[in-house]
């Protein structure tokens, strides 16, 4: 039988344990490098190893997974909602058309469910398998904070609102501003130098360019092609994507560079062979054209780290909106909540 000051010692005990559970509830709340190192130790490895097989076997399958991670973060935060499958769902919106790579994703969810049941959530993988297609493209490794629940909800609505190629400069700005990334996040993401810039890799359907070749109201202008678009690409992106042709044929983002890593977007946006609009007008912003230019600069010792700073944007998108704790779940299959 307990005393009144026994019980009293187990009150005091039991609230410094919840108070110790609290505080780590906070601590785990923070995403962490090699959040699965004792509950499932070959989670990265078997991410890598489906990554590596996939584009192996397709190497488009690269820029598909690294723009799916951009479109899961973006709405709901990173959370794995684009995966849920259910009538109508965060596929189907606008600005989610000819994002994939789902496939690969679940292939790696059911090779891990099998080695550790309800452990590595979707989330944490599209995550890892994004990190995993660039340095298969030959941009920077970098560590990926993992530790990510799986959201619950998938709606057509909440993905209404994505950055558009139609977007001004300034609606990009806010759209990144709005889920905590600066312009320099938003040069570094989507158009870039060296190793990096998401749009070095990666081809564009012609849905997205053909308002811009043919009915371009952007800038000002009135109809007729954007004029910030360099005469000979302008010629060659027409004969790609001629008027009232196929919308689903494909072109380079990064006109002949799509398939590497490297320097050439950048130089592409600065001389006016950005092949979509939301990249060219990053050269037409006083801000956002310097951003560029600390990239470009010949002299090294001005030259800003870009593969570094790729990296570390990559992570900071990576943090939007994180599910942790006791947030969201571990679904069992990607497609579908538990
Ligand atoms: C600034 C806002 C952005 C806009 C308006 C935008 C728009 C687009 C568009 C229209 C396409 C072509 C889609 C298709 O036809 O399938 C595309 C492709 C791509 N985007 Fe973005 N994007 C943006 C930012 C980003 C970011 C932040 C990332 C990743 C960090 C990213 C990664 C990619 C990749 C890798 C591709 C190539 C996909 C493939 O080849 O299948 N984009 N983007």
Same mark, same amino acid.
């Given at each position: 039988m307990k005393t009144k000051a026994g019980k009293m010692f187990v009150e005091i005990i039991d609230?410094? +344990?919840? &108070? +110790? %559970? =609290? %505080?780590m509830g906070v601590s785990e709340a923070q995403l962490q490098v090699g959040f699965y190192s004792k509950t499932c130790p070959s989670a990265e490895s078997t991410i890598r190893t489906v990554v590596r097989r996939a584009v192996a076997a397709d190497a488009a399958a690269a820029a598909r997974l690294l723009r799916l991670q951009f479109h899961d973060c973006f709405v709901e935060g990173c959370d794995a909602s684009i995966l849920i499958k259910h009538e109508p769902d965060e596929r189907q919106a606008h600005g989610n058309q000819g994002v994939g790579g789902y496939e690969i994703i679940d292939e790696a969810k059911a090779e891990l469910e099998r080695a550790c049941p309800g452990v590595v959530s979707c989330a944490d993988i599209v995550a890892l398998a994004a990190r995993d297609a660039i340095v298969l493209t030959k941009g920077p490794p970098y560590e990926v904070p993992t530790g990510r629940r799986d959201g619950k909800v998938s709606s057509l609505e909440l993905a209404a609102n994505l950055p558009d190629v139609d977007d001004s400069i300034n609606v990009l700005k806010t759209k990144f501003a709005g889920k905590g990334l600066s312009d320099k996040d938003l040069v570094l993401l989507s158009a870039e130098y060296r190793f990096t810039g998401a749009h070095t890799i990666g081809t564009t359907a012609c849905f997205f360019i053909t308002s811009r070749l043919y009915n371009f109201s952007g800038g000002g202008g009135g109809g007729g092609a954007d004029p910030a678009l360099s005469p000979e690409l302008l010629r060659n992106l027409k004969a790609k994507c001629p008027f009232g042709g196929d919308v689903n044929v494909r072109v380079p983002l990064d006109w002949g560079s799509e398939s590497l890593f490297d320097d050439h977007i950048l130089r592409n946006?600065?001389? @006016?062979? @950005? =092949? +979509? $609009?939301?990249? $060219? =007008? &990053?050269? @037409?912003? +006083?801000g956002t054209r310097k951003i560029i230019n600390s990239y470009l600069t010949r002299v090294p010792t001005r030259r800003a780290n870009f593969p570094a700073d790729f990296a570390g944007a990559m992570v900071k998108m990576g943090s939007i909106g994180v599910k942790t704790g006791v947030e969201g779940e571990i679904r069992r299959v990607c497609s579908a909540t538990n």
């Open positions: 609230s410094r +344990i919840f &108070l +110790i %559970l =609290v %505080l946006v600065k001389t @006016g062979f @950005g =092949v +979509i $609009a939301s990249d $060219a =007008v &990053l050269i @037409g912003d +006083i």
